[in-house]
Nanobody, 119 residues
């Protein structure tokens, strides 16, 4: 099982980006899915998560600007980021509780994708 995040890039303040993270492999199901980020010189922090039933929660710093969603048919989680600020600059990581076929549910991290907000 692998998680692959993509969609990062350079964007001006006030702009938008949409991150995607797809899980691949022999998967029975996926429970919670989440996004984290790590800014230069700082610890990794939680950004948002979405449960298997679609309930969402957000860090105060992104509430009202970011939207997390999921597509279970493609085992993909998305992060729509609007009104981006320079302080949103970070490497963004996806995280998921995945039930691989033949194994118990495990927590997986994807490789990060860099988001840079700068004029």
């Amino acid at each position: 099982v692998q998680l692959q995040a993509y969609g990062g890039g350079l964007v001006q303040p006030g702009g938008s980006l949409r991150l995607s993270c797809a899980a691949s492999g022999s998967i029975v199901g996926i429970n919670n899915m989440a996004w984290y980020r790590q800014a230069p010189g700082k610890q990794r922090e939680w950004v948002a998560h979405i449960t298997w039933s679609g309930s969402t929660n957000y860090a105060d710093s992104v509430k009202g600007r970011f939207t997390i969603s999921r597509d279970d048919a493609s085992n993909t989680v998305y992060l729509q980021m609007n009104s981006l600020k320079p302080e949103d600059t970070a490497v963004y990581y996806c995280n998921a509780d995945i039930h691989p076929r033949g194994l118990g549910t495990r927590n997986y991290w994807g490789l990060g994708t860099l988001v840079t907000v700068s004029s």
